[in-house]
């Protein structure tokens, strides 16, 4: 019998890496509107973005994707990459660029765990922008399991963290 393996609690995903049908329109969407820092080109297919200096944790590319048509929204495939900030302040920031530029958000949830900003990238991948809450305010059921919910997000509440 095989013992039973864990990944361990340090472990992280590194990044994602995304086919893409047009490479510049792509970088408009996650450097330009996101904010992430381009650290690398390969030629004028690929590209490689980062948060803070790291070497990618966003990755682009055409390489089987050139002009192809929007990711379907049913079937197999990723479903969204969910992109983590620090605290509120810095969700309710990205909340407000989204605003000014007036792209368009998918949806918006309070999940008790967290709050998260849903929106699609310019070839319908899906994008979750999202701050956890301290772990010691997460709900929990009777049994002791996390209890996520689905609820609306207080848009305005979430703004004034602005303030």
Request: glycine share 10%.
């Given at each position: 019998?095989?013992?039973?393996?864990?990944?361990?609690?340090?472990?992280?995903?590194?990044?994602?890496?995304?086919?893409?049908?047009?490479?510049?329109?792509?970088l408009?969407?996650?450097?330009?509107?996101?904010?992430?820092?381009?650290?690398?080109?390969?030629?004028?297919?690929?590209?490689?973005?980062?948060?803070?200096?790291?070497?990618?944790?966003?990755?682009?590319?055409?390489?089987?994707s050139?002009?192809?048509?929007?990711?379907?929204?049913?079937?197999?495939?990723?479903?969204?990459?969910?992109i983590?900030?620090?605290?509120?302040?810095?969700?309710?920031?990205?909340?407000?660029?989204?605003?000014?530029?007036?792209?368009?958000?998918?949806?918006?949830?309070?999940?008790?765990?967290?709050?998260?900003?849903?929106?699609?990238?310019?070839?319908?991948?899906?994008?979750?922008?999202?701050?956890?809450?301290?772990?010691?305010?997460?709900?929990?059921?009777?049994?002791?399991?996390?209890?996520?919910?689905?609820?609306?997000?207080?848009?305005?509440?979430?703004?004034?963290?602005?303030?």
């Amino acid at each position: 019998m095989k013992e039973k393996y864990t990944v361990p609690a340090t472990t992280r995903i590194g990044h994602v890496h995304l086919k893409v049908a047009d490479l510049d329109r792509s970088l408009g969407f996650y450097k330009d509107l996101l904010g992430f820092e381009l650290t690398s080109t390969y030629g004028t297919q690929a590209a490689f973005l980062s948060a803070g200096g790291y070497h990618h944790h966003i990755g682009l590319n055409t390489w089987h994707s050139a002009g192809s048509p929007p990711a379907p929204l049913t079937g197999v495939g990723l479903y969204h990459t969910a992109i983590l900030y620090a605290t509120r302040k810095e969700l309710a920031e990205i909340y407000h660029r989204i605003g000014v530029a007036k792209y368009p958000m998918t949806g918006a949830s309070d999940h008790g765990v967290s709050e998260a900003l849903y929106l699609d990238d310019p070839d319908g991948n899906g994008v979750e922008l999202y701050w956890d809450r301290p772990k010691e305010l997460w709900p929990y059921d009777s049994n002791g399991s996390i209890e996520m919910l689905v609820k609306p997000l207080d848009l305005d509440n979430l703004l004034r963290e602005l303030d």
